[in-house]
């Protein structure tokens, strides 16, 4: 054994040297390196014994070492996709297992199924999707809920058969998702008293809806005949009240925000939705007005890298227009496209909005 000091100097000058080799500033991000004394290359920062500088060679991309005669590490295997591209196919498994199942897995039994302890599946799953996997199981579920009541005979089946173990766990959760009551969602917002009024836009017609807690929707179209039938066909038992003189003052200021996008709109909003859709609709709020996101950097920004599939999902789902601005999410080729008013609208809105800010 090494007195103390030594393994001390040797630990230092083994530091010193790694940082040599490795701490490579000009290297491209899929550079690896070779090791001329052994015949063997390995990915940036493999934990196998750290050779001398000059016994190393660097390459753009695995395949060109190859080429220059290397062989993979079994260590890092850098002929295998890397650490985040393995992650990403597992929490995509782990997704089809719980979409497939009535009753949510528990942790333990998907961190088994993935040979992982649970919190090291837990880190992986909310690193990746930005939720964990029984926030993910209660979105699954909630979706499940609302087709499987469009289709059962009683409120109570549907809980059962959207894999709902207990009726009054359910009812303690459901108006955060559901907006209201599940009769009520089930009746096609029986009992719920909503405000609505539509008038001409600078992007055809605006219809705002209103409940008492706040606007529930924002819709745009080309005639209000078709933004109010929308809205009886998405509540067709709510109490639709039109042009109500209370609701006069908050329609004007909806008018004037959709006219102007990217100034304030004042109102309290109603906004119903699943964990992870909230937490899209609270990102693309925080998009400056004038700027714009991809969908993977929408997906990054939120803690869930690989997630743009469902970060457009979500985009997809916001009825409030404008107010949540997912006009500001485009591809990431910079194409405009995916707008549930119209891809037109989205592309005046952003002019409109880059407009303004350089007045």
Known sequence: MYPAF???????????????????????????????TTGVYCRIGCPARTPKPEHVLFFDSGEKAVEAGFRPCKRCRPDEPGTDARDAALVADICRRIENSLTPPSLATLAASAGLSASHLRRIFRRITGVTPKAYAKTVQAERLRWRMSESGTVTEAIYEAGFGSAGHFYGQADGFLGMTPSAWRAGGAATRILYATRPCSLGFVLAAQTERGICAISLGDDAASLAAELAERFPAAELIADDPSFTAAMEAVVAFVDTPGSDLNLPLDIRGTAFQRRVWQALREIPAGATQSYADLAAGIGAPGAARAVARACAANTLAVAIPCHRVIRGNGRYSGYRWGVERKKALLDAEKKRCEE
């Open 6 to 36: 030594a393994q001390g100097a040797a630990a230092s000058h083994t530091a010193r040297r790694r940082q040599t080799v490795l701490a490579r500033q000009d290297i491209a991000p899929d550079s690896v390196y070779a090791v001329t």
